[in-house]
């Protein structure tokens, strides 16, 4: 059971637009920078997002991050299929001093 | 162009301690900026992260593997190190070693920016 809560799943066409939430508490996404990975089998977990909604360079702004209270919204405009793949949720949880993660959420192109 | 390697064994025993080392390419591990952290993924599962260590050699760990996992660090050869210790089959998963942003203000971390490629590591006697 993790302590930041995604869906475990979410399927767009490819050109549309895609929303995955990650909900927290006060501990945690309320109080603290979340950042979003996208993560392919058997390759590297790639970040995203930063500061809630910072991207690193190189990646594209079809990638957006917001946050609202203790809930975190990753944004992907545009599908393509190469977008297919895990994305996670991740922040400092200040109860418990500790790194935690979302449970992932399987982004299907159809 | 920073670059992280996991090596190490990819089979241990039960019982046995799990012993991995992540060797940084194209950065200090002493600049100052990052923690160095340990995360791993579980057969089918999400990502858990292990813990993290500064150059000076302060840590954080998860609560839950806290009792068995120490990180170390060498700035001399530029590598920290993982130890999981009394270790299961609850254990095999891939391990990936990772650079985490510090906070400037707060010394929180605020995400894990360079990852290692992650190395399977099995349980099993």
């Known amino acids: 059971q993790s302590v930041l809560t995604q869906p475990p799943s979410v399927s767009a066409a490819p050109g549309q637009k895609v929303s995955i939430t990650c909900s927290g508490s006060s501990s945690n996404i309320g109080n603290n920078y979340i950042s979003w990975y996208q993560h392919l089998p058997g390759i590297a977990p790639k970040l995203l997002i930063y500061d809630n909604n910072k991207r690193p360079s190189g990646i594209p702004d079809r990638f957006s991050g917001s946050k609202s209270g203790t809930s975190a919204t990753l944004g992907i405009t545009g599908l393509q299929t190469g977008d297919e793949a895990d994305y996670y949720c991740g922040t400092w949880d200040s109860s418990v001093n500790a790194w935690v993660f979302g449970g992932g959420t399987k982004l299907t192109v159809l | 162009q920073v670059q992280l390697q996991e090596s190490g064994p990819g089979l241990v025993k039960p019982s046995q301690t799990l012993s991995l080392t992540c060797t940084v390419s194209?950065?200090?591990?002493?600049?100052?900026?990052?923690?160095w952290s340990w995360i791993r993924q579980h057969p089918g599962k999400g990502l858990e992260w292990i813990g993290y260590i500064y150059y000076s050699g302060s840590t954080s760990y998860n609560p839950s593997l806290k009792s068995r996992v120490t990180i170390s660090v060498d700035t001399s050869k530029n590598q920290f190190s993982l130890k999981l210790s009394s270790v299961t089959a609850a254990d095999t998963a891939v391990y990936y070693c990772a650079r985490v942003i510090r906070g400037i203000i707060t010394p929180n971390p605020y995400g894990m920016d360079v990852w290692g490629q992650g190395t399977t590591v099995t349980v099993s006697s």
């Open positions: 194209g950065a200090s591990i002493s600049g100052g900026r990052y923690y």
